[in-house]
């Protein structure tokens, strides 16, 4: 029995538990008598890696032979960038800065958009399009919401088309989706944004370019999964069909399928369109300007009524695009006219937004009310969000100090204490033998160099401080998102109003998640993990109401005939059965935690977020991506320990595993 229990990948059941036993033990004993084996415990900073030393001088001996490319790239971007912003903000100008062709007007722009919405998902599209836009005018953020705008319509198009090709590339060829991109996908949607805004502003320069860039690597890679998805999901009939009509492997591709997957595929539009405004603060950094500048200046300075205002700006134009862009997925086609019509049968609602766009921005060279919002009608709220922010502030000052205090004391600091002195040796062993027992020794071999990276660079102290934080704020997000998604699941009007609600929210670009949380709480980890917890509970709501709305009717009914209550036939029946489900909602809450821990780094947290804005604010490349590659490969480690563990779960309840 000892030889078939040491064998690779046959370690009986019950090996694990007296393995677990051991490894607790030696924990026990190393962390009460760290002088047995200090540097089991505390890792040798004689033997840190230099990798941050490395990364620097690569840079140093390489950046003079790159740097002509990448600014010649740089140019080539920045003049469909000048011309976006000249349109939608600054107007034409001559070499003497003087204005000789207006921009689009600000009411010409709030009517083709209204006109848009109408085009892709009918009059409630167009009324919420046309409320978003005319807020933005309203409330006198219309210039910084143009330049924002200007941003995403140029990033949006290249994310979209660099992950269509990838994802055909993903497609076409698994082992490449393997090997190569798939974990590029991991590291980048894991890698914080601020770790790749220090070499692409090293690499293109400062300004609005380098934060474009940054934003197209950011926001690209849902577009990739979604277009390998959406390919495989195209019916073997139809490709079939194609073969038999002679279709070349290029018009199978161009002609059959992707048409096909257009639905799914403007799901990943929409998603990178959600990505790009995501990003818009943090490149706000580095020179995007825009609504985000104002925002990151506002939370500099603490003025939250500003930072809300403009984050409501942020918002609005959020929805505006997300219901657009979803309207134009789900109902693809919609005004389909015969292909021997003219131009304006077919496109008639390109052709009226064109003419209310001509109208007004040349009327507005005569009236300068149409140029330019007139001041009459801008009613700025930053004084009575400063007032109820204060009203707040002082009416509850005592709760608020209390639950803020008690969360510090009783919780918080305990966790934190107890993650940073486990030995390191300790994790990085518990992780191993973890995924060698959810996945094999394929796994084991994966996640163990991943766990040990931080301490061979010498950031495991920052790498726990980071694991509590995102571990407590995942675990407050799953003790609401998991109730919640449960009452969503009994109903269908339940159901709708949790889609309502989650959609919303997942509109709110990240940063605007702060505001409320710095509102309260100040700054500190308390206000990191409630906005941790806000940005994330959306997904524990989604997978756990997907989860049990997707339980096969009859195996309730069957529960039902035998005579279960409706409480046991959700603990015994529902609930194990949406449990893998479950699990993978908590994997995506954990990764959004992630995300969002490195943005915290704002308000005052001491981890691995602290390392990569340092590494910002100091032009250090070294600095940023170590720390970028140590939050991703927790955020991969995690990842796969959990899809791993939910795989082996359905495995044990019969489940298919899709």
């Known amino acids: ?37 200090k540097w089991l415990v505390k890792y040798p900073r004689s033997m840190f890696v230099p990798l941050i030393a490395w990364i620097n001088d690569f840079k140093a001996a390489t950046i003079d032979y790159v740097t002509p490319l990448t600014r010649a790239i740089a140019a080539v971007i920045e003049l469909p960038f000048d011309l976006l912003q000249a349109l939608l903000a600054k107007g034409f100008t001559n070499v003497s800065q003087e204005v000789v062709f207006p921009r ?23 009324l919420i399009s046309f409320l978003c836009f005319a807020y933005l005018a309203i409330i006198g953020k219309w210039d910084s919401a143009m330049l924002t705008l200007a941003s995403v319509a140029l990033c949006v198009p290249i994310g979209i088309v660099c992950g269509l090709v990838f994802g055909i590339l993903c497609f076409r060829f698994n082992w490449l989706y393997d090997w190569v991109i798939r974990p590029s996908l991991d590291v980048a949607q894991t890698m914080p944004a601020f770790a790749y805004l220090v070499p692409v502003l090293l690499l293109f320069g400062n300004g609005p370019v380098p934060a474009m860039v940054a934003t197209v690597i950011f926001a690209t890679p849902p577009m990739v999964r979604a277009t390998k998805l959406a ?39 929409n998603q ?79 052709v009226l937004a064109s003419v209310v766009l001509l109208v007004t921005t040349f009327g507005g060279m005569v009236f300068d009310s149409l140029a330019t919002v007139p001041d009459a009608i801008i009613f700025s709220t930053e004084k009575m969000l400063d007032d109820a922010v204060a009203w707040i502030n002082v009416t509850f000052y005592d709760q608020i100090e209390a639950v803020k205090v008690w969360l510090i004391l009783n919780l918080l600091n305990p966790f934190k204490a107890l993650l940073v002195g486990l030995p390191w040796v300790s994790v990085v062993a518990a992780t191993g033998l973890l995924g060698y027992q959810l996945g094999g020794w394929r796994l084991a071999v994966l996640v163990t160099p991943l766990i040990l990276f931080p301490v061979l660079v010498g950031l495991w102290e920052k790498t726990m401080i980071a694991v509590y934080l995102c571990s407590i704020s995942v675990f407050f997000a799953a003790l609401i998102g998991i109730p919640v998604g449960a009452w969503a699941s009994t109903s269908d009007w339940r159901n709708r109003v949790a889609t309502i609600v989650i959609d919303t929210l997942q509109t709110i670009p990240i940063f605007v998640f702060i ?33 049990l709305r997707q339980v096969p009717p009859h195996l309730v009914e069957a529960a039902r005939a035998v005579g279960c209550t409706q409480r046991q036939i959700f603990w015994r029946v529902k609930l194990p059965l949406a449990m893998p489900e479950i699990m993978l909602g908590i994997n995506q809450t954990l990764l959004m935690g992630l995300a969002m821990l490195i943005i915290t780094a704002m308000i005052g947290t001491r981890d691995l977020g602290q390392e990569v804005f340092i590494g910002l604010a100091k032009a250090d490349i070294g600095r940023g991506m170590v720390a970028g590659f140590c939050v991703a490969f927790l955020g991969i480690v995690a ?20």
């Open 515 to 547: 505001i409320p949380a710095v509102m309260l709480f100040g700054i500190g980890d308390v206000s990191a993990m409630i906005a941790i917890v806000l940005f994330a509970v959306t997904t524990a709501i989604r997978y756990t109401n997907h989860g």
């Open 639 to 658: 990842d796969r320990l959990i899809v791993a563990g939910a795989k082996r779960l359905k495995q044990r309840l019969g489940l298919p595993d899709e």
């Open 231 to 269: 390919l495989e999901q195209v019916p073997e009939e139809i490709t079939s069909m194609a073969d038999m009509f002679g279709c070349t492997s290029r018009q199978r591709l161009w002609r059959v399928m992707v048409p096909t997957a257009k639905p799914l595929l403007l799901v990943g539009i």
């Open 1 to 37: 029995m000892t030889t078939l229990a040491l064998r690779l990948g046959a370690v009986p059941r019950g090996y694990y538990w007296l393995i677990w036993a051991a490894l607790g033990v030696a924990t026990v004993v190393l962390w009460t008598h760290p002088e047995i084996a």
């Open 104 to 126: 689009l007007s600000w009411l010409g722009i709030i009517g083709a958009m209204t006109i848009a919405g109408y085009a892709l998902g009918g009059l409630r599209v167009a």
């Open 272 to 350: 990178v369109i959600m990505m790009s405004l995501n990003m818009v603060i943090i490149a706000s950094m580095i020179g995007a300007g825009g609504l985000g500048y104002d925002v990151l200046v506002a939370l500099r300075r603490l003025d939250i009524g500003p930072a809300m205002e403009v984050g409501f700006a942020i918002v609005v134009i959020a929805i505006a695009l997300d219901r657009m862009s979803l309207a134009a997925a789900h109902q693809a086609g919609r005004w389909q006219v015969p292909q021997q019509s003219g131009f304006m049968q077919r496109h008639p609602f390109v």
